[in-house]
């Protein structure tokens, strides 16, 4: 079995259903279920409902106004296939990028956002996010963007975020972190942007950072000019 011609917002195709017999006598004709997975897995669903729910997601604004009102309200809901504003998706049927910035999240990031283990890019800039974020990020291993600037979010920046190897935008500006830049950004190998500003951040930049080979140079000037006021 296998699906074609699948990408969000369109029905999957299955190459034929399967046979299922039913309990009825044999005379029966048997029941036609068509067995191509169209829906994203449990724990993706659970990821985007916390993160709806933890965000006053009833009042989020639809900031480019296309796409349709997340609905958990039946369990067979599919934001690949509905077209839910600001998910996107697979071919596969997984959540590989949310764009919601500007969108009036209110609330803090769950830690089962870490759930969504095909994301590349996570845009919650421009919101009302608070709270720390969530260690738990460094479980997307695929992830290229991340974006959290312009919030409220407060404590320390999750060390583990060195093992992200594609991290390519790191984006955290204008919350109010603190302490220290993690040394094991050095391991950032695909860094090109980082943006750190206008947080509570203390102490020197560590070394490795300047070292690293994609790490823009307006990026490293930037982060250098700010060290002052670290």
Do not use: K
């Not at 974020?133 to 583990?160: A, C, K, V, W």
């Amino acid at each position: 079995q296998s699906i074609h011609n699948v990408y969000p917002g369109s029905t999957p195709i299955c190459d034929e259903p399967s046979v299922v017999p039913t309990c009825s006598p044999s005379t029966a004709a048997p029941t036609v279920v068509p067995t191509c997975n169209n829906n994203i897995s449990p724990e993706e669903r659970q990821a985007l409902q916390d993160l709806y729910d933890s965000t006053d997601g009833p009042n989020w604004y639809n900031y480019y106004g296309y796409g349709i009102p997340w609905d958990f309200s039946h369990s067979i809901a599919n934001p690949c296939v509905e077209g839910w504003y600001g998910v996107s998706c697979s071919p596969d049927y997984h959540v590989v990028g949310l764009y919601l910035y500007y969108n009036n999240l209110i609330g803090t990031i769950p830690s089962t956002i870490g759930q969504l283990s095909s994301l590349d890019s996570l845009h919650l800039n421009g919101n009302r996010l608070y709270g720390t974020i969530p260690s738990t990020i460094d479980q997307l291993f695929f992830l290229q963007g991340l974006y959290l600037y312009r919030n409220q979010l407060i404590g320390t920046i999750p060390s583990t975020f060195g093992q992200l190897s594609f991290l390519f935008d790191l984006i955290l500006y204008g919350n109010q972190l603190i302490g220290t830049i993690p040394s094991t950004f050095g391991q950032l190998s695909s860094l090109n942007y980082l943006y750190l500003n206008d947080n509570r951040l203390n102490g020197t930049i560590p070394s490795t950072i300047g070292q690293l080979p994609y790490l823009h140079p307006v990026s490293y000037t930037h982060l250098r000019a700010h060290e002052t006021l670290m």
